[in-house]
């Protein structure tokens, strides 16, 4: 797994409370792991503050689930 | 319309002195001060640097992780005493209707350690907003109404008050009305608080209203003692059920205590000093005595606002001989913010217990700290000072005054009186 990745799980599984092996790649924030809008929204959040990027919100309504997530900021990393 | 009766069935509290009912109530009783040096925050550079903060309570005991940290400390403070007196009231939840189950909740403030640390980050950044999406929903005075429905399901009528000190009395009040006009059969009241914060202290010092004898926290807190010299800032909650009685019977519930009015009234006077002569709280004992249907002669004990400050311990005790004339001396008051400290929005509520148990043990907690007469307050009335003393106690009255000139009174009596 990436650094990016394990990162991405890292904050997935602090800000969701959810158990490690639920965060998947396929997995969905809302419909898999609990979320709400606004947790995906922290979430977000937490991903630029991380990663340190900036994810425009017409981009971020794009990432709901772990891999999206992973992919988008692997590519803005680049 | 012939009002229904209401009757309290369920009980809890989140206190500087104890951390639910049994404990609050021992250290009522035991004359204990909540009061220390603040350990929340670096406090050394504060007029005032101690308070009455909760103690060894860890909210992850009561709460899941995920959902405290979407909670202002207010608000888990509502959800840990709400908790404990619905499962005082000890309901089979497969035979409550839920719908005609209301939450009115009470706050001074609401969310302010909350709001404090957002605009904290905010000032601290390079100025573009990064808001928390769960920032509002933390800092709003109602949430805690809206988190107790949610984890219960009561779909009855729901909303906070809001009027400081008196928050949680009114609360109460409405709940109870509620529940007497028919719009609910039972209510969760109380009120929550978490002000000791930088921006609670900060503020609360810059009006001159906090003790600020840091060389002796616990005996701070001292009303009606001549060298009194500002309230003491604390926090926590209290948390009463209120069921309508023939609804309480059916179900073999235990009940406390009946409610048995509540009067409100307004100073309009000033923002923050009480009328000198206590009008607006001598008004408020006697819209409360009204609602109940009860003389001054038939009250027991009046658990005071009595908060430790010079001007509004001698106009409340005005007060009290204005209604009462010569059987104020015969009542037992007291003053529970010598021991708890104030828990503004949620003193009505703490207050409102400590009388209802007064009732329920015939024991009246003390006024603790009491040093030194002050000549401008009646020598001869009974503070209960320093001692608990027993008494079979059948009715009693909660004061309590805001910022704002807001004053609620409840009167709360043994049932079957």
Known sequence: MSDIASRVKAIIVDKLGVDENEVVTEASFTNDLGADSLDTVELIMEFEKEFDIQIPDDQAENISTVGQAISYIEEAKK | ?417
């Open chain 2, 1 to 417: 319309m012939k009002l229904r009766r209401v009757v309290v069935t369920g009980l809890g509290a989140l206190t500087p002195i104890g951390n639910n009912i049994q404990e609050y109530w021992n250290g009522l009783i035991n004359g204990v001060s909540g009061a220390a040096p603040i350990t929340y925050f670096d406090a050394s550079n504060f007029k005032t640097q101690f308070a009455c903060e909760l103690k060894g309570f860890n909210v992850e005991n009561f709460i899941d992780r995920k959902e405290a940290r979407k909670m202002d400390r207010y608000a888990q403070y509502a959800m840990v005493s709400s908790e404990e007196a619905v499962n005082d009231a000890n309901f089979n939840f497969d035979k409550l209707d839920k719908d005609r189950v209301g939450v009115i909740w009470g706050s001074g403030i609401g969310g302010l350690e909350t709001f404090q640390q957002e605009v904290i980050d905010f000032a601290r950044s390079s100025g573009i907003p990064k808001f928390n999406p769960f920032f509002i929903p933390k800092m709003i005075a109602d949430i805690a109404g809206g988190h107790i429905s949610i984890k219960y399901g009561f779909r009855g009528p729901n909303f906070t008050t809001v009027s400081a000190c008196a928050s949680s009395t009114n609360a109460l009040i409405d709940a109870f009305n509620y529940i007497r006009l028919g719009h609910a059969d039972v209510m969760v009241t109380g009120g929550s608080e978490a002000a000791v914060t930088i921006a609670g202290m900060g503020g609360f010092n810059a009006m001159h209203a906090l003790s600020t004898r840091n060389d002796d926290p616990k005996t701070a807190s001292r009303p009606m003692d001549k060298d009194r010299e500002g309230f003491v800032l604390g926090e926590g909650a209290g948390a009463l059920v209120l069921e309508e009685y023939d609804h309480a019977v059916a179900r073999g519930a235990r009940i406390y205590c009946e409610i048995g009015g509540g009067g409100m009234s307004a100073d309009a006077h000033h923002i923050t000093a009480p009328h000198p002569e206590g009008f607006g709280a001598k008004n408020v004992m006697l819209n409360c005595l009204r609602d109940a249907g009860l003389q001054p002669t038939d009250v027991d004990g009046v658990n005071m606002h009595g908060t430790s400050t010079p001007l509004g311990d001698i106009a409340e005790s005005k007060a009290i001989q204005h209604v009462f004339g010569e059987h104020a001396y015969t009542l037992n008051l007291n003053a529970t913010k010598s021991m708890t400290g104030h828990l503004l929005g949620a003193a009505g509520a703490i207050e409102a217990i400590a009388s209802i148990l007064s009732i329920v043990h015939g024991i009246v907690p003390p006024t603790i700290n009491h040093f030194t007469d002050d000549e401008n307050i009646d020598s001869k009335l009974n503070f209960t000072f320093n001692q608990a003393q027993k008494r079979d106690m059948k009715v009693v009255m909660s004061n309590t005054f805001g910022f704002g000139g807001h004053n609620a009174c409840v009167l709360v009596k043994k049932l079957d009186l």
